[in-house]
């Protein structure tokens, strides 16, 4: 509702009633203010519908007083990552003008597939761990807990591959017009390359961080949060003397290595059960798939660029070669016999998924 707020009133009606570039910055803002009020109504009536109703009161139950304590160092640990980029972003401003925009453009299209499939899994999944913690299953919580992680793994892995091999066709194609020239391209692509190296990384740290708060555990996450933000501000402040704008984002994807490899320890110390060493057969099965994925999408992207074809070739690229390499990486993973492949074939066709038993 958010995104879809913002365009009808930046690509709607600012295009066609601003006047001026900061008259448009208006209705974007106008956008947001809109869609958070969506954001808040639609789940508001579905409650409704379930027989709750918003009555205004100052007493705070125990439950609300639990949640808060939970909640509030959960903040922490949850949006970490979100916090090392707005650092990363602050710090760009001291870098050529450019380098802050492009790298919210970047992070902005790594989060794409990140907010589509990994956060969503995640969600999904948290629910099911929370339960199970609950009843003190903690062999159904490890079940799903990897069947979850199997999913990210499989989905992410291919997508950051794919987004790094043709960054420059997707950037030219999505953004490059008006002032956003080709020597911006050429700044912004290498940077998305490099933010997707952290992608299935995020992703795995955003479930393992919820599995620490499935048994009421934020202080663990929060400790790691706080490493992993002082990390990231030395990488920083040393990298971007050096390497400039890519310094920041190689120092934001090695903070967020060192934080899913500190959180899955902590987590397998705390529950032996979820250890992620039962994942490296798939981890070699997902690896061989991307290969053969990766290698056909640069060898059509070289193929493409030979023909002289100009912007046209991007399109081809986005359009053609990304559905191709999905197909060639699905069928892959089917013939290496990936174990919940069924369960990939499901999301594919959006089936919901079975509980386990």
Known sequence: WLNVAMIASLGGAGLHYASTPLGEVHWLCAGVLVGGFFQMSVPAVVLVRLGWRPHFTLQLPPGVRQVAR???????????????????????????????????????????????????????????????????????????????????????????????????????????????????TALMAPLLSLFVIGMPLFSISSLTVRAFYSIKDTKTPVRVALIDFVLNLVLSLVLKRVLGAY????????????????????????????????????????????????????????????????????????????????????????MLRIEGREELWALVMRRPLKPNA
């Open 70 to 184: 939970l909640m509030l160092p959960g903040l922490l640990g949850t949006a970490i990552y979100q916090i090392n980029i707005f650092v990363s972003r602050i710090l760009a401003f001291s870098l050529p003008i450019s380098a802050a925009t492009m790298m919210f453009y970047a992070n902005r299209l790594m989060e794409l597939p990140i907010g589509v499939f990994a956060i969503a899994i995640a969600t999904v999944v948290y629910p099911l761990l929370a339960r199970h913690a609950a009843q003190g299953d903690m062999k159904a919580m490890s079940r799903d807990f990897h069947r979850g992680l199997r999913l990210i793994l499989a989905i992410n892995v291919p997508a950051a591959v794919g987004l790094g091999l043709l960054s420059e066709p997707i950037v030219r194609l999505l953004y490059q017009r008006g002032q956003f020239t080709a020597d911006n």
């Open 247 to 334: 310094g920041l984002v190689l120092a934001s994807t090695t903070a967020i290595l060192v934080q899913t490899i500190l959180l899955q320890v902590a987590l397998t110390r705390r529950l032996p059960g979820l250890a992620f060493g039962s994942h490296w057969g798939t981890v070699m099965k997902i690896v061989v798939a991307t290969a053969l994925m990766a290698g056909l999408v640069w060898f059509g992207w070289h193929e493409l660029q030979g023909f002289g074809l100009g912007r046209r070739a991007d399109l081809i690229a986005v359009v053609g070669l990304i559905p191709l390499g999905v197909a060639v990486y699905g069928v892959a993973l089917w």
